[in-house]
């Protein structure tokens, strides 16, 4: 493995394969850790962000009456506050009319937000796209590379006017996030449509969150502002070159961009994006290696920096000495790549369990939770999800164990981790900021 000398500033980009060899006479199989790893957030009070180009759009349908819209309400006032005059923002609320309350301005001044968020009061049916087009609108018409431009969109029921189609919304949440204005969503409660909103977040390259209760909402809003705060590089790309005789396949749930590129997560200070690669490496090929060892890929990162700037360059090689049964069976696994794989199976056995659900198969949905706790030996952390999950499956309510077995597959698959989380337990940590946390339940407030 041959990684080039990253500048201090940028990206750090590793392979770890889960055996570091090849076995003689045989078509391998080779599971791959890349892991890109970001900088240390600089120290000092003047830390840097990009600055924010927010539009808030929130829900006001008639199912919002009550604690759900106020909480909405406090919430956005509370994301506005931690605003300042770098930034902008604008105000969108939706029921079956959609209206502008705050059209997109620098945050100079927060008493128009004040304002318009005291007058908001239910309304009627869910026009959900209408209100995503208009804040769209609002972010678009003020884009900088050097910002981060946001839909903040929040719901919580099933959009039943204006286009409600969800591969059309997603596939315009695609399009726009290729203009640079990218999509998070938070779903509230157990009425609205997890497929929608989810979608919406992974097409539009933002972020996926749910809240069981209007009580749990706030924390899900300071989880996407710290992260917002903390991001130095954004639009990452990922670009594979398989040598010849090299099938490869991504475990993860990204989006691909074709011909061996896919979109991962944008990378915050301090933590780690990742994927996994399986890849098939033919008989043939390691028939005809010689002693040293056989090139296998090459991976290369993309990625823009926090003044919008494209950058790319950051690459790694790796090549894998082919050895007889017994030396191969020598080589150790890689503790950290089994763990991902372990995660990224789980993940699929939670999506399993939520269609089980949803046909009203319990006794399937309990089996496949069993398997997912047998998986999860020695890895406390997925056990601890396997047991919210079971609890959930106990009370037999489909609603309430779809949307927590969806995000919490998405979030296992798609997660930034903290660079040392392999050294510590999940319960250790309280002391890194909530989107690096691996919770036990998506639906609820995290640990403080």
Same mark, same amino acid.
């Given at each position: ?6 500048? !201090?500033?940028? =990206? ?9 060899? #090849? ?44 604690? =759900? ?16 005059? /770098? ?24 008493? +128009? ?8 009061? %239910?309304? $009627?049916?869910?026009?959900?796209? $209408? ?6 609108? %609002? @972010?678009?018409?003020?884009? /900088? ?35 640079? *204005? ?21 097409? $539009? ?18 989880? %996407?502002?710290?992260?917002? &705060?903390?991001?130095?590089?954004? /639009? #990452?790309?990922?670009?594979? /070159? ?21 979109? #991962? =997560? ?18 043939? !090929? ?22 919008? &700037?494209?950058?790319? $360059? ?6 894998? =000495? ?14 950290? @790549?089994?763990?991902? #794989? ?7 056995? &939670? ?13 399937? @949905? ?19 999800? *396997?047991?919210?999950? !079971? ?41 890194? +900021? ?15």
């Amino acid at each position: 493995m041959n990684t080039k000398p990253p500048h !201090e500033a940028d =990206p750090v980009l590793r392979l770890n394969p889960r055996r570091s060899a #090849l076995l003689a006479g045989h078509t391998n199989t080779v599971e791959l850790l890349v892991r890109i790893t970001a900088p240390p957030r600089p120290a000092g009070a003047s830390q840097p962000r990009p600055p924010f180009n927010l539009a808030l759009v929130l829900d006001r349908s008639g199912s919002m009456s009550g604690q =759900p819209l106020t909480e909405a309400c406090r919430c956005a006032h509370a994301m506005i506050q931690r605003l300042d005059a /770098r930034d902008r923002a604008a105000l969108v609320v939706f029921d079956d009319q959609v209206n502008v309350l705050v059209t997109s301005r620098p945050v100079t001044d927060q008493r +128009p937000f004040q304002a318009a968020l005291g007058m908001v009061q %239910e309304g $009627g049916c869910t026009n959900l796209h $209408g209100g995503w087009v208009e804040g769209a609108g %609002e @972010v678009a018409r003020h884009l /900088r590379p050097d910002s981060l431009n946001r839909i903040v969109l929040l719901s919580d029921g099933n959009a039943n006017q204006g286009l409600c189609d969800p591969q059309e919304i997603a596939r315009q949440c695609a399009e726009l996030a290729g203009t640079g *204005v990218t999509t998070s969503t938070y779903g509230l409660g157990n009425h609205f449509n997890e497929e929608l909103m989810v979608g919406m977040a992974k097409a $539009g390259m933002g972020n996926p969150y749910y809240s069981d209760t209007a009580d749990d909402l706030l924390d899900k809003f300071e989880e %996407e502002f710290a992260l917002m &705060q903390a991001l130095c590089a954004r /639009r #990452l790309r990922l670009l594979v /070159r398989a040598a010849p005789g090299v099938k490869l396949e991504l475990l993860n749930d990204y989006p691909s961009g074709g011909d061996g590129i896919w979109r #991962l =997560p944008d990378l915050a200070y301090d933590s780690e994006a990742w994927a996994v690669l399986r890849l098939n490496v033919s008989h043939q !090929e390691i028939e005809g290696a010689d002693e040293r060892p056989l090139p296998l890929l090459e991976v290369e990162l993309a990625w823009t920096d926090l003044e919008g &700037q494209a950058r790319s $360059g950051v690459a790694a090689t790796l090549a894998l =000495p082919v050895l007889p049964v017994a030396a191969f069976g020598a080589v150790a696994e890689d503790e950290r @790549v089994t763990a991902r #794989l372990a995660e990224i199976e789980s993940a699929g056995l &939670q999506l399993q369990a939520r269609t089980a659900a949803r046909q009203g198969d319990w006794d399937r @949905v309990d089996r496949l939770l069993a398997k997912a706790k047998r998986l999860a030996q020695d890895h406390p952390w997925l056990e601890a999800v *396997v047991s919210e999950l !079971e609890k959930l499956a106990a009370a037999r309510d489909d609603a309430r164990f779809s949307k927590e077995s969806y995000y919490s597959s998405q979030r296992m698959s798609r997660r930034l981790s903290a660079p040392d989380e392999s050294a510590r337990e999940p319960d250790r940590d309280d002391d890194i +900021p909530a989107f690096l946390r691996r919770q036990s339940r998506q639906g609820k407030k995290s640990k403080p």
